[in-house]
């Protein structure tokens, strides 16, 4: 897996580096499959933003999140993350279910 952590305006310092792949390690555990991701941190004002995109095979997953503190946006953002990875992976699993039906029924 390529991972990609890049700052704008913002320096990416070691423990905020370690943080954020803390948090990824855990979603990762859900879908196994990522083959890419990118985060990039960035300050837009008074407001903290954290985006990401995770690359999985025939998807690409963005995730976006601000707040006040940078740290709170990073935990929302994979939260959310968290959440459309397991939505795109009942996805795949309903799908691949859903032809084995179709072709037990056919029998």
């Known amino acids: 897996?390529?991972?990609?952590?890049?700052?704008?305006?913002?320096?990416?310092t070691p423990p905020l580096r370690e943080y954020v792949e803390g948090k990824l390690k855990s979603v990762i555990n859900h879908f196994d499959r990522v083959t890419g991701v990118n985060v990039i941190l960035s300050?837009?004002?008074?407001?903290?933003?954290?985006?990401?995109t995770v690359h999985v095979p025939g998807r690409d997953?963005?995730?976006?999140?601000?707040?006040?503190?940078?740290?709170?946006?990073?935990?929302?953002l994979f939260d959310k993350l968290d959440r459309q990875?397991?939505?795109?992976?009942?996805?795949?699993?309903?799908?691949?279910?859903?032809d084995k039906l179709t072709s037990h029924l056919a029998e």
Do not use: C, P
């Not at 300050?43 to 990401?52: I, R």
């Open 85 to 98: 990875v397991q939505k795109h992976k009942q996805k795949l699993q309903d799908h691949h279910r859903g």
């Open 43 to 52: 300050v837009v004002k008074l407001k903290q933003k954290a985006e990401v």
């Open 1 to 12: 897996m390529n991972l990609q952590i890049s700052g704008h305006h913002v320096e990416v």
């Open 61 to 76: 997953i963005f995730v976006e999140s601000a707040e006040d503190d940078l740290y709170a946006a990073i935990d929302g």
